[in-house]
């Protein structure tokens, strides 16, 4: 069985030296010393002042929404390629998700489509980094002035990209990341904030903890989100080789181009200028190839190569959302083009060049 994706672990007996004084503190939980350790590491990772821990993305993302204290019925504009989390996360806060179409280039959120959708209802632009592929931060950066908007970015895929040398943990009013086992870099399961705002520190540590500010005040409406001491112990870890990580699926890259690249039907997206890529994915887009996507899918499915139609359905497709204003796929045709066409390939640093040439056989036959 191949699946899409495998989690990284580091040696063994490097994650038990790392948890072995976990033993004699008996200190599992509540922000201790792995927790804190693993925030300024991440914080001189990523070259930015603030890192924020979570046991999961999904609510780091939530919690940065609520941070922001957006008025409830706002408007937030977004993207429907995307994990459904993304959406999840505006309404779970009480917020109205409007959905933008994407650039057919490296199918991030268009930003003269979101402007397109801004109105005086509008309080936040959420765009999504897709596949490790940076959205056009300036363009959004230059919107959330001139309209005086919040822009948060899902930057779930993003970790360990940069765009000229700054970190994707630098844009925007916070960024949001995964740390999801499935992800380029793990912490078992596990999320991150990141952000310039001094004055955040202290909200979001409360919100993520009860709104507990003390031990006796309780400062606001919280929840429970924070990472455990051996989520932050196995990130330690990882952190240490997430850069030949990084390299290594690059080199399986290398090798899907070499036989997939420039063949007629078959669309692999480019290196984008001026980005370091972390290669978190690899998206094929058969249009007009032999073979459609889901033929495609059930081929490699019946070899034991388990792909990813991701992301498919769109968000603004979905039940649970067909009832909104802005939903319906016939309103964002470049975003369905792609989601009724897309296959993420398996990827990750230990696939054998004799699997990669299976599954291209595959494909190709």
Request: a negative charge; charged letters at 20%.
């Amino acid at each position: 069985m191949i699946n899409v994706t495998r989690a990284f672990l580091p040696d063994y007996e490097e994650f038990c030296r790392e948890i072995r004084d976990m033993w004699d503190s008996h200190w599992l939980t509540n922000m201790g010393e792995k927790h804190q350790a693993l925030e300024r590491a991440l914080e001189a990772f990523f070259r930015v002042p603030h890192v924020t821990l979570f046991t999961n993305g999904h609510l780091a993302l939530e919690t940065a929404l609520q941070a922001l204290n957006l008025p409830r019925g706002g408007e937030v504009i977004t993207t429907p390629f995307t994990f459904v989390s993304t959406t999840h996360a505006i309404v779970r806060n009480g917020l109205v998700p409007v959905f933008g179409d994407i650039k057919p280039e490296d199918y991030t959120l268009d930003p003269e489509k979101v402007r397109a959708l801004i109105t005086d209802k509008t309080v936040a632009i959420l765009p999504v980094h897709v596949y490790g592929r940076l959205c056009d931060v300036e363009a959004f950066e230059a919107l959330a002035r001139e309209y005086n908007l919040k822009l948060i970015y899902d930057a779930a895929h993003a970790f360990g990209v940069e765009k000229e040398g700054v970190s994707s943990a630098s844009f925007g009013d916070i960024s949001m990341f995964s740390f999801h086992a499935t992800k380029v870099y793990h912490t078992i399961e596990g999320g991150a904030l990141s952000f310039r705002e001094d004055s955040l520190v202290q909200l979001v540590n409360d919100l993520k903890n009860f709104g507990i500010r003390n031990a006796e005040e309780v400062a606001y409406v919280g929840g429970n989100a924070k990472m455990s001491e051996f989520q932050a112990a196995m990130g330690l870890c990882n952190l240490r080789h997430v850069r030949e990580q990084i390299a290594a699926r690059g080199r399986v890259v290398e090798h899907y181009n070499s036989r997939l690249g420039n063949r007629s039907g078959l669309v692999i997206p480019g290196p984008q200028p001026g980005i370091t890529p972390n290669y978190a994915y690899y998206p094929v887009v058969f249009d007009g190839f032999k073979k459609d996507r889901n033929q495609v899918f059930s081929e490699l499915k019946d070899q034991g190569i388990i792909p990813r139609k991701y992301f498919y359905p769109l968000t603004n497709g979905i039940s649970c959302y067909r009832d909104l204003p802005s939903a319906g796929e016939e309103k964002t045709p470049l975003a369905a083009h792609v989601a009724q066409r897309v296959l993420c390939l398996p990827l990750y640093g230990e696939l054998a060049p004799q699997d990669v040439d299976r599954i291209c056989d595959t494909v190709l036959a």
